[in-house]
């Protein structure tokens, strides 16, 4: 057996306390944070891309951070709200550009983003929040909306880090911001496109967030974001969990992701309990989980969940 030298072990114990340090460190900051003196948060050096801007969490994200300073860009494809939300933004008198972009389409990422920065400058935020959800099972899924939830669910997330990182990299400074789901964590009955796009998009941001480690780019953030069901309008259903656990508020959602953002955090889940319950899959047994799951979520949920009509509101 080869032998350990002892510059290898000191050095191993090393970055064992290293480690030790830094577990010790986030729990300590939490508290330290609280003691200090709240500053809101401050985006006036920053042009913010929204895509899906132009309403539910996009919207209200687009109004928080231009109440932190930031000019705002939005992308959607509903062009309609788009001019609405836009001009709400200006009428308080902050700086907003909407541009009709469909994120599933890699050609109009790239000539977007291309646009943005001649017309306004380069981005430094970039919040990827265009989502969408058909809500069928696996057996009755149509191919031709699979495609479309992936596209614009996970691929157009990469897409548009791949447009807009360079200059992010090139200064170390940006964030990226990726909002994912609660059920990310979780293939969850008539929601398995939906469920497997935005776990995706989790291995996304690690990846992204271990890359930018391995560059020594520690100027630049990546937060991801697991929220539960939000009463935006992309669906509803009621069950046993909803009757306890109300959909939130998605202006609460956005000023929980504007403040993780701000403060460089890797992930929030909204409620934050929720992240413990992930991690009872991994004690409990399979059948006593899904016993657990049907009595928490109760199965009802199944026949009532209701979602946007993308098709007939000219959406897509
Ligand atoms: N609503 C929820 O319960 C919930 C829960 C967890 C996570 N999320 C996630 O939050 C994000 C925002 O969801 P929301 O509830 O505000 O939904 P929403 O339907 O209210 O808003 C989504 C926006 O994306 C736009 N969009 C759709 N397809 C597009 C495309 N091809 N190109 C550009 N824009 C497009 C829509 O026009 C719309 O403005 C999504 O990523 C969603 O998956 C939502």
Request: charged share 20%; glycine share 6%.
């Amino acid at each position: 057996m080869a032998s350990v030298s002892l510059s290898a072990i000191i050095l191993g114990l090393l970055q064992l306390a290293n480690i030790l340090g830094l577990v010790l460190w986030s729990m300590v900051s939490p508290l330290l944070r609280l003691c200090r003196k709240k500053h809101s948060p401050d985006f006036s050096c920053d042009i913010v891309l929204i895509t899906g801007g132009a309403q539910g969490l996009g919207r209200e994200l687009a109004f928080l951070f231009s109440s932190a300073g930031a000019t705002i860009v939005l992308w959607d494809i509903n062009q309609e709200k788009l001019r609405e939300t836009v001009s709400e933004i200006t009428a308080r008198g902050c700086e907003a550009f909407g541009y009709v972009v469909d994120v599933s389409k890699r050609e109009e990422i790239e000539k977007g983003a291309e646009r943005v920065r001649e017309e306004v400058g380069n981005v430094s935020v970039l919040v990827n929040n265009a989502g969408i959800m058909f809500g069928k099972s696996i057996m009755d899924s149509d191919d031709a909306q699979v495609d479309l939830t992936f596209k614009i669910n996970t691929l157009a997330y990469y897409r548009t880090v791949k447009s807009f990182l360079p200059w992010m990299l090139q200064n170390n400074y940006g964030y990226v911001v990726n909002i994912c789901s609660i059920v990310s964590y979780e293939g969850m009955p008539r929601l398995w496109d939906y469920s497997a796009s935005k776990a995706a998009v989790l291995s996304f941001s690690e990846t992204l967030r271990k890359e930018l480690r391995l560059a020594g780019k520690n100027g630049v953030s990546v937060t991801a974001v697991f929220p539960y069901y939000i009463s935006t309008g992309m669906l509803s259903y009621s069950n046993t969990l909803t009757s306890y656990l109300p959909p939130l508020d998605p202006k609460d959602v956005a000023m929980k992701t504007v403040n993780a953002t701000c403060e460089k955090k890797f992930c929030i889940h909204l409620p934050s309990f929720l992240y413990w319950g992930n991690l009872v899959k991994f004690f409990l047994p399979t059948k006593a989980y899904d016993e657990s799951m049907s009595l928490f979520f109760g199965d009802q949920y199944v026949t009532n969940l209701k979602v946007r009509n993308y098709l007939s509101s000219g959406e897509k």
